[in-house]
């Protein structure tokens, strides 16, 4: 059998080096997933959105005996539906900590308005907002 000089394996000076590229972008690269994203005032803003539209679907299921409001409450951290069906029913979908809200109520009517006309400012690492129309259309603004 032939002898051969190669052997299989990787070079000290291979290991060094992908371990260097490995340091320098853990360096770089952690520090984005060890913070809030900026993904979460997004995701909040389309959870908002979300809200506004059940509150108004519920409105309008609920007829006339319809008592649905949405409340924006950034001191208990918390975006709540609240409405009357046997009984007072509330929903709430939790605000991480690293965003802020700005407070606000709604009521929406059986024919899915909405009243006041509201913007709800979202602050995080980017600002966002709600905004709410009197036909109880929410979007994006």
Do not use: W
Request: with cysteine; net charge neutral; hydrophobic share 40%.
């Amino acid at each position: 059998m032939p002898r051969s000089d190669r052997t299989n394996g990787f070079t000290l000076i291979e290991l060094v080096t992908i371990i260097t590229i490995l340091g320098i972008l853990a360096v770089y690269v952690a520090p984005r997933f060890l913070q809030s994203s900026a993904f979460e005032s997004r995701t909040i803003q389309d959870q908002l959105l979300r809200a506004a539209q059940e509150a108004q679907q519920l409105a309008m299921s609920k007829g006339l005996g319809a008592n649905v409001q949405l409340q924006v409450d950034n001191t208990n951290k918390r975006i709540r539906i609240q409405f009357t069906d046997a009984g007072t029913q509330t929903r709430d979908t939790p605000i991480p900590a690293g965003i802020t809200l700005s407070n606000a109520t709604l009521n929406y009517t059986s024919l899915g308005d909405a009243s006041p006309v509201t913007t709800i400012v979202i602050t995080g690492d980017t600002t966002r907002q709600v905004c709410i129309e009197t036909s109880g259309y929410a979007h994006g603004c």
